[in-house]
Nanobody, 130 residues
Framework: QFQLVESGGGRVQPGGSLRLSCTFS????????IAWFRQAPGKEREWVSCISSTSGSITYADSVKGRFTISRYNDVKTGYLHLSELQPEDTGVYYCAIKQTNIPCTYYAGERYSVKYDYWGQGTQVIVSS
């Protein structure tokens, strides 16, 4: 049975850090990119970052560039998003999504491409508050 599970969310103070994980099981994909989206209370879902199948293509939203780092370890079917210098505006539910493709993830970077993703996790909550 297919599963895509995020973890690592929590409550942190401004300036703090978290590492989110995204692990899938129940299926095998030869090529896939991993993306992270987030949704703040009362706001639209926002694309955050993506990484291509071989990690050769990585893209970030301007709002997180320089503060967040995406990575992946294909042998354990896990992607990560390291969040640092967190601010209250980073608060939201963070979702991991997978798209079966081996093309650079820049082609799927943006909120308008969210419908193109094949699999989604249930989300993990991040709260940044003093």
């Amino acid at each position: 049975q297919f599963q895509l599970v995020e973890s690592g969310g929590g409550r942190v103070q401004p300036g703090g850090s978290l590492r989110l994980s995204c692990t899938f099981s129940g299926f095998t994909l030869d090529y896939y990119l991993i993306a992270w989206f987030r949704q703040a209370p009362g706001k639209e879902r926002e694309w955050v970052s993506c990484i291509s199948s071989t990690s050769g293509s990585i893209t970030y939203a301007d709002s997180v560039k320089g503060r967040f780092t995406i990575s992946r370890y294909n042998d354990v079917k896990t992607g990560y998003l390291h969040l640092s210098e967190l601010q209250p505006e980073d608060t939201g539910v963070y979702y991991c999504a997978i798209k079966q493709t081996n093309i650079p993830c820049t082609y799927y970077a943006g909120e308008r491409y969210s419908v193109k993703y094949d699999y989604w996790g249930q989300g993990t909550q991040v709260i940044v508050s003093s």
